[in-house]
């Protein structure tokens, strides 16, 4: 295998690890927001507000790390 498989290959495994993570962050965001709407139906916007800015932020660090991959296979 030459160096260019080598790139495919840590790209193909950075992205899976990439996808893994903020899926990962996005589902325990939810859960834990849920669960503490269920308790506390009095905070449901300001929570809904903040879930949503963590998410935000998950997804922005997932796109970073996924562009990174993808300059590691076109280099």
Excluded: N
């Amino acid at each position: 295998m030459d160096v260019l498989g080598f790139a495919y290959l840590a790209a193909g495994i950075g992205a899976a690890l990439v996808v893994l993570g903020a899926g990962l962050g996005i589902s325990r965001i939810g859960s834990t927001a849920l669960e503490t709407m269920g308790r506390q139906p009095e905070i449901i916007g300001q929570l809904r507000t903040s879930m949503i800015i963590a998410a935000a932020l998950i997804e922005g660090v997932a796109f970073f790390a996924a562009a990174i991959c993808l300059l590691l296979v076109l280099k």
